[in-house]
């Protein structure tokens, strides 16, 4: 795997972190702060949900589909055409 | 405006949301939830995440860049070159 | 497949009007067209261009990784891996 | 403004660049490239076409949307919302 795939505590963590952000977030914009600041702010949050959501569909490609398509053919196509609208989902989000 | 603006209560509420989403997505993966419906979850919060930015940049350029721009051209061009910055980042993310 | 996929020849007509949406672009600037209407031009162009993106994405994933899966792990892991960080630069362009 | 403005004579040849890119497409996909090589043409010829938006949309900041915000309230606040609708539409192609 690239480097996305991490462990089930890795991910809860990082979770945690983007929790944490999006808290911070809510502060930031009841104390007022600079609209930039905050902006900085939801940039760097996407970007790490992003890449849990990386993560997790590198996971997925690896474990779920492989399985899928090492069982028949069906089962493969049906896992990837999920899998494909997983992605485009998350390339417009 | 143009729709994005709301108040800064409804940007906290709206922010609450998004927090109570990333807490989900927490026990989604705690709970080994299907990779498939996560990754849905993450796209929706992302989006959420996007429009409180999107809401934020509106209101930053109908205020603090329209008044720079009034105040003086150095001013209103630092706003805008601050402004820029923020897009593209948030383009990126 | 989820309706991303489509023939050669159609991958290369869409190619085709994309090639003619940034010669319209040329001629848009070029004419000093409003900025604005250059802009939804683009969007549109990079729109169709990722379209076209996930149609290959599809194929790929349903031969060349399918047929490395079925072969053995190691080649199936590596197409993956491939595929992964060709689709982590689609979702950052 | 932040080096994402260039003149027109840039724009049009970075467009040139790009229809060229748009070409090179056509002819990897009609002599059947592997997939994700053209992939990756496809990110580069994407993040292109964005920096050329980007380069517009700083200039119609600091041109048409400057002169509006100076001429009126009014007249500012709709270009504004206008600008706000085409970043909106970028951020999501």
């Known amino acids: 795997m690239v480097g996305y795939s991490i462990t089930k505590e890795d991910y809860i963590k990082r979770l945690r972190r983007i929790e944490g952000q999006v808290r911070g977030l809510q502060r930031m914009v009841d104390e007022g702060t600079y609209c930039i600041d905050i902006l900085t702010q939801i940039s760097s949050t996407t970007n790490a949900l992003q890449k849990v959501g990386l993560g997790?569909?590198?996971?997925h490609l690896h474990h779920c589909v492989k399985t899928a398509v090492?069982?028949?053919?069906?089962?493969?196509?049906?896992?990837?055409?999920?899998?494909?609208?997983?992605?485009?989902?998350?390339m417009k989000s």
Chains 1, 2, 3, 4 share one sequence.
């Not at 997790?56 to 996971?59: H, K, M, R, Y």
């Not at 090492?70 to 055409?81: F, P, R, T, V, Y």
């Open 56 to 59: 997790l569909l590198d996971e």
């Open 70 to 90: 090492s069982e028949s053919d069906k089962a493969g196509n049906e896992k990837l055409d999920e899998a494909m609208t997983a992605i485009a989902r998350l």
